[in-house]
């Protein structure tokens, strides 16, 4: 059974940087794709960055030059820097994951493996 565990949220002023962490525990695919998604309140869910397990990243185009994904291979753990945090970065920021799986995609219905989110909030 896979469990996505998500850490780093938290509150910060605008200008500033935050690290979010994702652990996929028990994803035992040599082939993979971890993924960071974000909802704010009132909005559909949209997705932020995504990396596989060749180490091929994707941004969407509201983060690309302020946000960096970045991959611990054996530890099946996700990193997501965000530098530069905008208040409209403001939302929970969820972690997925799916295998067995070449593409890296933030495409949110190719993912089954999902955490259940960290807050994080950008203050102006």
């Known amino acids: 059974q896979v469990q996505v565990v998500e850490f780093g949220g938290g509150l910060v002023q605008a200008g500033g940087s935050l690290r979010l962490s994702c652990t996929a525990s028990?994803?035992?695919?040599?082939?993979?794709?971890m993924g960071w998604f974000r909802q704010a309140p009132g909005k559909e869910r949209e997705g932020v960055a995504a990396?596989?397990?060749?180490?091929?990243?994707v941004y969407a185009d509201s983060v690309k030059g302020r946000f960096s994904i970045s991959l611990e291979n054996a530890e099946k753990t996700v990193y997501l820097q965000m530098n530069g945090l905008k208040p409209e970065d403001t939302a929970m920021y969820y972690c997925?994951?799916?295998?067995?799986?070449?593409?890296?995609?933030?495409?949110?219905?190719?993912?089954?493996?999902w955490g259940q989110g960290t807050q994080v909030t950008v203050s102006s």
């Open positions: 990396i596989n397990s060749d180490g091929m990243p």
């Open positions: 997925a994951a799916e295998g067995p799986i070449c593409v890296v995609t933030i495409w949110e219905d190719h993912y089954n493996f």
């Open positions: 028990g994803l035992t695919f040599a082939t993979y794709a």
